[in-house]
């Protein structure tokens, strides 16, 4: 069984008088990304908040790693978590580069070469001297991926990750989200987009009025594509990340691809909207 990296143990918190979260119980475990959907103002941000220790909380308590997150020095706050909340904010004079060393520099965990490698991984030019300023939104977003990741934390905290991104950028996303997860990192993603949540997201909460309740609690890990031709092979293929052409299943072409939608009428839509409309789905159970 994994073990269980970020627990929430009957976590309330007042902000400005009023409750936000009420009796918060959840715990995530490694390689696991669970999705919390809501409205502003729901109290999902506030969530994501409490993992860090910027803010605690009035009663329950939260462990990361094993550890519960209490008031106190700098020193003891959370270190093995790679955050990005809200719009990430950056010195706007400097460079993405720049930007993301000065940042590292405060563990001093990680060297230049590591940094490079997470903005390239992230699909920006490291040596890009335009001050981070004049990028466009999805360029600052990928920039905020970029400094979640780069120092390899065991848990990813995701606040609306997919603001502004391309397709190609959702796509980047995803590839990274699969990675981390396959080395056995745990994500908390939130959003107000379902469909958003539903991809990416194996266990998925509803947060409303500071309560979380369970939306779907394990997807499907795999579908299995019969296609009409080599040509939906293909662009299936570069459509869906971390997707596969196996050995022809009643003669046609087949495809397996991660289980990133609750059911087959979400994935057919899915597929339908870029043009691949399968003859069968199939879950993928091996």
Known sequence: MADEILVYEGVSK??????????INLSISEGEIVGIVGANGSGKTTLLRLATGLIYPDQGEIRVAGKPVRPGLLGDLPVSLGVLIES???????????????????RDQVNESKVRESIQR???????RKPVKTYSLGMRQRLG?????????????FDEPTNGLDHQGVEMFS????????QGACVVLVSHDQ???NRFCDRVYRMESGSLESVREK???G???????????????LLISGSQMSERKNGLPTVICKGTWKDEVELRYYLDQHGIQPVEIQVNAS
């Open 14 to 23: 007042k902000l400005g008088g009023k409750e936000v979260l009420k009796q």
């Open 88 to 106: 990430p904010s950056f010195l706007p004079y400097l460079s993405g580069l720049k930007n993301l060393l000065l940042l590292a520099s405060i």
């Open 122 to 128: 992230v699909g920006l030019d490291p040596d890009l």
């Open 145 to 157: 991926i970029a400094q979640a990741m780069m120092e390899d934390p065991a848990i990813y905290l």
């Open 175 to 182: 590839e990274i989200l699969t990675e981390r997860t396959d």
């Open 195 to 197: 469909e958003e949540i």
């Open 219 to 221: 997807r499907v890990k």
């Open 223 to 237: 579908w299995r594509l019969l296609v009409e031709s080599l040509e939906d092979v293909e662009k299936t293929l």
